[in-house]
């Protein structure tokens, strides 16, 4: 791990012009570096935003007699341990040049502080207690938002609600311990704190808890990650044109000649709040030339590795056995989507399209855009398992929710262990591994708080 003793400096805005640029200085010697570096009279005031400038100081540049201004800035300290690192931290803001920020940094590091490594401010926010491991991942996806709904999701995490929900199982499962624990401690007096079906039942509710988290985290997933979803169809079905209406541009080329399209496009789009990577294709036939082949190559590979396929059938034109051979072909998730709408039905029932789209079918005109939002809603029911998300799932990071899986197991033999009649020490041996894993996802574990639950909930001895 990095060392925490030193004081550390780095630019916080982006990289690039802009109104103003943030440098931040984090450490025991984050006011002694700013005082350095800053020509005013009076001291900062905590919490106060001072103007000052930043100045090279004559005896450091070379035999310049006075001090040589570098920028006017507003100076903010913010000291420890109330800061977002625990640790007195000194934010200078100047103007938004990388010119003007480096050489702040600069003169900072010539002071004595370390250029911080990324996510290092995050780091130290963690380690001095004021943020839990959740709160500080929640940081880097709140920054990395790309829809609305993902910044809902890292900012409810951020306030604590899936540290709330891992401290409220796991304060049921610490109750459950510390129960077993005094039925193992006390085996003479044949009393046991806890009667095997109570037991039981406390740990049906667990189990419950964590199904319900993991559940959300399928959501909240593709929710955090986004995922790809794939325009298929024969040529001149309408995926051009589908695709552009989702975009909301005219990004792609759409012709009545089949064979348009023929390298794959790429847009990200915002489908019910998923961060969706939209793609269109080349139409599947047998090609005509190599380019048109590779891109039916290419096609094929999108498919392969989307998460959602749109099939794209003309509604205008009679099925073709171009149609049936995608129809035919199993695989990715597939959503059958009749196209062009608006224009008088060429056919209007076909079994082979009622077999693949037996959960629904969407019609859909991209010139008049209707069915666009019925098809978007299926977008989202295929790809997070619910009908809409208005609310951001409460769990949506793989490593947490690999430790919810984790739990789960230990959770189910537990109550394996228990419904068969298993000794105290069995069932304590999978709650603890259960505990472990959910301490692991908000990053804090330790036997002595297991003591002081016990102590605080019996009186034993007394
Ligand atoms: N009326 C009507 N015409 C449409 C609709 N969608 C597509 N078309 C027309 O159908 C033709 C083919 O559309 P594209 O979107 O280029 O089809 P494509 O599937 O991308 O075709 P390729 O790229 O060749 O595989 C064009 O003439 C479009 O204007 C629709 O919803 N309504
Ligand atoms: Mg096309």
């Known amino acids: 791990m990095f060392s925490?003793?030193?004081?550390?400096?780095?630019?916080?805005?982006?990289?690039g012009r802009g109104g103003i640029g943030v440098v931040r200085l984090s450490g025991p010697d984050a006011t002694r570096v700013a005082a350095a570096l800053l020509d005013r009279e009076a001291p900062l005031v905590a919490r106060h935003a001072t103007f000052a400038r930043v100045v090279e100081r004559a005896a450091r540049t070379t035999g310049d007699a006075i001090d040589r201004p570098v920028d006017q800035?507003?100076?903010?300290?913010f000291a420890g341990p109330e800061s977002y690192t625990g640790e007195d931290v000194v934010e200078i803001s100047g103007h938004g040049s990388p010119v003007l920020l480096r050489r702040i940094v600069e003169l900072a590091m010539g002071e004595g502080a370390r250029l911080a490594e990324p996510g290092e401010f995050t780091l130290r926010a963690y380690?001095?207690?004021r943020l839990d491991l959740p709160q500080a991942e929640a940081v880097a996806d709140l920054v990395d938002a790309v829809t609305p709904l993902q910044a809902r999701a890292a900012m409810d995490q951020l306030e604590g609600t899936l540290t709330g929900e891992i401290a409220r199982i796991d304060e049921a499962l610490l109750d459950l311990t510390a129960r077993l624990e005094a039925s193992l401690d006390f085996p003479e007096e044949g009393f046991h704190f806890l009667e095997s079906a109570e037991a039981a039942g406390a740990l049906a509710?667990?189990?419950?808890?964590?199904?319900r988290l993991a559940l959300d985290g399928r959501a909240g997933r593709v929710v955090r990650?986004?995922?790809?979803v794939a325009i298929v169809g024969r040529p001149n079905a309408g995926k051009s044109s589908l695709f552009n209406a989702l975009v909301g541009s005219a990004r792609a080329i759409v012709t009545d000649?089949?064979?348009?399209t023929r390298d794959l496009l790429t847009e990200r789009v915002d489908i019910g709040g998923l961060a969706i990577t939209l793609v269109d294709t080349a139409g599947l036939r047998t090609a005509g030339d190599v380019i048109e082949a590779e891109g039916v190559h290419r096609a094929r590979k999108a498919q392969e590795v989307a998460a959602l396929s749109l099939l794209v059938m003309d509604g205008s034109a009679p099925l073709s056995g171009e149609d049936y051979a995608i129809l035919a072909e199993a695989g990715t998730p597939r959503q059958v989507v009749i196209s062009k709408a608006d224009l008088p039905r060429a056919w209007d029932e076909d079994p082979e399209v009622r077999r693949v789209g037996s959960d629904g079918i969407a019609r859909v005109s991209s010139v008049t855009g209707d069915g666009l939002e019925e098809l978007r809603r299926r977008i989202v029911r295929h790809l997070a398992d619910r009908e809409d998300l208005r609310e951001p799932p409460v769990i949506s990071n793989v490593r947490h929710l690999a430790l919810v899986d984790q739990a789960r197991d230990a959770v189910a033999r537990a109550r394996a262990a228990l419904a068969s009649g298993?000794?105290?020490?069995?069932?304590?041996?999978?709650?603890t591994l259960a505990r472990r894993a959910l301490e692991e996802i908000t990053g804090?574990?330790?036997?002595?708080?297991?003591?002081?639950?016990?102590?605080s909930r019996f009186c034993v001895g007394k």
Do not use: M
Request: aromatic content about 4%; charged content about 20%; glycine content about 8%.
């Open 4 to 15: 925490t003793e030193d004081t550390i400096v780095a630019i916080a805005t982006p990289p």
């Open 73 to 77: 800035v507003v100076a903010t300290w």
């Open 127 to 129: 380690l001095n207690g």
């Open 205 to 211: 509710a667990v189990a419950d808890s964590l199904e």
């Open 225 to 228: 990650e986004g995922c790809l």
């Open 257 to 260: 000649i089949p064979g348009t």
């Open 422 to 431: 298993a000794t105290e020490e069995l069932v304590l041996i999978d709650l």
């Open 444 to 455: 804090r574990r330790g036997p002595e708080e297991l003591l002081a639950h016990i102590f």
